[in-house]
């Protein structure tokens, strides 16, 4: 009770009544043309069935609905995260195995 009588705490309570809250703003939504435009690269470069498991010609590309596009599209994303997951611990234990007093030293294969 004591709390409620301080000053100092009403004038906190005062000022956190009158800011505006933090509410976050709007996100926009996903920009799905530039999300086609990407997943026509992937037809493209013929990589599309290794990426997300389906093979995908450009007419189908264009005419796929938002929801399709978006579909696809994460799977492309789980595609390049998990390939950069892959590279990016393959460099660290490269980089490892290469230090000065590293016991578990990989040897290269010699070329006979």
Same mark, same amino acid.
């Given at each position: $009770?004591?709390?409620? +009588?301080?000053?100092?705490? @009403? ?10 809250? +933090? @509410? ?9 043309? @530039? ?7 992937? #037809? ?10 389906? +093979?995908?010609?450009?007419?189908? #590309?264009? %005419? ?5 596009? $978006?579909?696809?599209?994460? %799977? ?27 016991? +578990?030293? %990989?040897?290269? %294969?010699?070329?006979?």
């Amino acid at each position: $009770m004591a709390e409620q +009588n301080d000053p100092a705490m @009403a004038e906190v309570v005062a000022l956190l009544e009158s800011e505006p809250a +933090n @509410a976050p703003a709007a996100v926009p939504g996903p920009d799905i043309p @530039a999300l086609r435009e990407q997943l026509a690269i992937l #037809v493209s470069t013929g990589k599309c069935k290794e990426a997300i498991g389906v +093979n995908l010609a450009h007419d189908q #590309v264009k %005419r796929s609905d938002d929801k399709d596009v $978006m579909k696809h599209y994460k %799977r492309y994303e789980t595609y390049v995260g998990a390939k950069t997951t892959e590279t990016l611990i393959e460099a660290f234990f490269d980089n490892q195995s290469t230090q000065p007093g590293c016991k +578990n030293k %990989r040897r290269r %294969r010699s070329a006979e």
